[in-house]
T-cell receptor, first 114, second 114 residues
Framework: DAGVTQSPTHLIKTRGQHVTLRCSPI?????VSWYQQVLGQGPQFIFQ???????GRGNFPDRFSARQFPNYSSELNVNALLLGDSALYLC?????????????FGPGTRLLVL | GESVGLHLPTLSVQEGDNSIINCAYS??????FIWYKQESGKGPQFIID?????DKRQGQRVTVLLNKTVKHLSLQIAATQPGDSAVYFC?????????????FGKGTKLSVKP
């Protein structure tokens, strides 16, 4: 069975550009969460979506947005990129979007902002 | 504020020895805890979880211990193997907020010497 998939695997952008990252959850999972992992640190929560609705948002600026589609896949958008946005962006899925469920992570998209 | 954490705590063990990785969590309202393993260039991989109504849980070669009195979590790996070399993160899920709000620790790098 396929796990969480993310695309692209790597991306290079310049300051001020925008980027769209994509995630497909494990089949049957309805909840997707996005995390940012800066080098040398643990992942930080950005968003959670369940059944196309935003369920939670972390402490990130409005330049970050996301959405979930009817097939439960998700996109993370970042506008007006800054050098500090360079990171590994991780997507995690879980079945029902409830507390105490295991979240399974994808391989991530490594974003480099020059 | 938080330190940048570019230098992860490191644990170096001999192949075949047991490893113990420790984690202190911050919020007494947290009621679900997860250990993830992250190999270089990959997303975090679920290892084992524990709920706050338990103080010990065992998996295959791994045991998680939870001490709520001192807000401490540990991961024990029996007969450590070279394939166990990775960065290990503990994560907590707080009883308030959305399910997606996993709070990760800074991580511990485990190096296994053959």
């Amino acid at each position: 069975d396929a796990g969480v998939t993310q695309s692209p695997t790597h991306l290079i952008k310049t300051r001020g550009q925008h980027v769209t990252l994509r995630c497909s959850p494990i089949s049957g999972h309805k909840s997707v969460s996005w995390y940012q992992q800066v080098l040398g640190q643990g992942p930080q929560f950005i968003f959670q979506y369940y059944e196309k609705e935003e369920r939670g948002r972390g402490n990130f600026p409005d330049r970050f947005s996301a959405r979930q589609f009817p097939n439960y896949s998700s996109e993370l958008n970042v506008n007006a990129l800054l050098l500090g946005d360079s990171a590994l962006y991780l997507c995690a899925s879980s079945p029902g979007g409830v507390r105490g469920e295991t979240q399974y992570f994808g391989p991530g998209t490594r974003l480099l902002v020059l | 504020g938080e330190s940048v954490g570019l230098h992860l705590p490191t644990l170096s063990v001999q192949e075949g020895d047991n490893s113990i990785i420790n984690c202190a969590y911050s919020n007494s309202a947290s009621d679900y805890f997860i250990w993830y393993k992250q190999e270089s260039g990959k997303g975090p991989q679920f290892i084992i979880d524990i709920r706050s109504n338990m103080d010990k849980r065992q998996g295959q070669r791994v045991t998680v211990l939870l001490n709520k009195t001192v807000k401490h979590l540990s991961l024990q790996i029996a007969a450590t193997q070279p394939g166990d070399s990775a960065v290990y993160f503990c994560a907590e899920n707080r009883s308030e907020g959305s399910q997606g709000n996993l709070i990760f620790g800074k991580g511990t790098k485990l190096s296994v010497k053959p």
